[in-house]
């Protein structure tokens, strides 16, 4: 039985003042949302010619780095030059130099692209990350599958960037072929361009 964050036995009472060693507080592991209010989220209203996009793939997932890699060739030859960083660790040292990267990146970018949200880890530090590169003042797209829209719109509005630009790709991606990616990059690539504000 649960009451007011307490777990305690069945038919077991619970006196606020006194100290039972049977029981058992819950505290709440996370921290507080970031409130009504919303992050600004930032466009470029300009075209991408003589700019710097960069384009964060994860190496857990070979279809977002062949999408990636794609939107990145059409990026450049729309005239933008392109940095692409790898990232996949979330925890530990090698999760705290993944996120170096990322405040590497928003120094020496004018917008981002970021994915991939295709699972719940992967989905919060999309959005994590994408979060990072918009409180730089940069444009960004976080890209997530249908599957986690709901859980990458609830950690952006957990983090106070209610507004931050979401694209959403089919689910799943990991399994199709590469002709069926190649697809999707296609038919996606002017959605994002559309999201970061690029003007013709």
């Not at 003042?17 to 996370?30: E, H, L, Q």
């Not at 004018?110 to 994408?130: E, Y």
């Not at 599958?145 to 952006?156: K, P, T, Y």
């Not at 590469?178 to 959605?191: M, S």
Request: net charge negative; aromatic share 6%.
């Amino acid at each position: 039985m649960r009451t007011h964050g307490v777990y305690m036995r069945p038919h077991q009472s619970y006196d606020a003042g006194m100290s039972d060693p049977a029981t058992v507080w819950v505290r709440r592991p996370t921290a507080a949302p970031g409130g009504d209010e919303s992050a600004p989220a930032f466009r470029l209203d300009r075209a991408v010619s003589g700019l710097t996009i960069g384009v964060r793939e994860d190496r857990a997932w070979r279809s977002w780095q062949l999408i990636g890699d794609i939107w990145s060739e059409y990026l450049r030859r729309d005239g933008a030059e392109t940095i692409t960083v790898e990232t996949g660790a979330q925890v530990g040292q090698p999760g705290s130099d993944d996120r170096k990267q990322i405040d590497e990146l928003a120094a020496v970018v004018d917008a981002a692209v970021v994915g991939l949200g295709t699972c719940g880890s992967c989905t919060t530090f999309t959005i994590k990350d994408a979060v990072a590169l918009e409180e730089q003042e940069r444009p960004v797209v976080a890209v997530v599958c249908e599957e986690f829209l709901v859980h990458g719109q609830n950690v952006a509005t957990h983090l106070g960037h209610r507004d931050l630009k979401i694209l959403v790709l089919p689910y799943p991606l990991e399994a199709r072929p590469d002709d069926e990616l190649r697809a999707i990059a296609d038919e996606y690539y002017p959605r994002m361009l559309e999201l970061l504000g690029v003007a013709s």
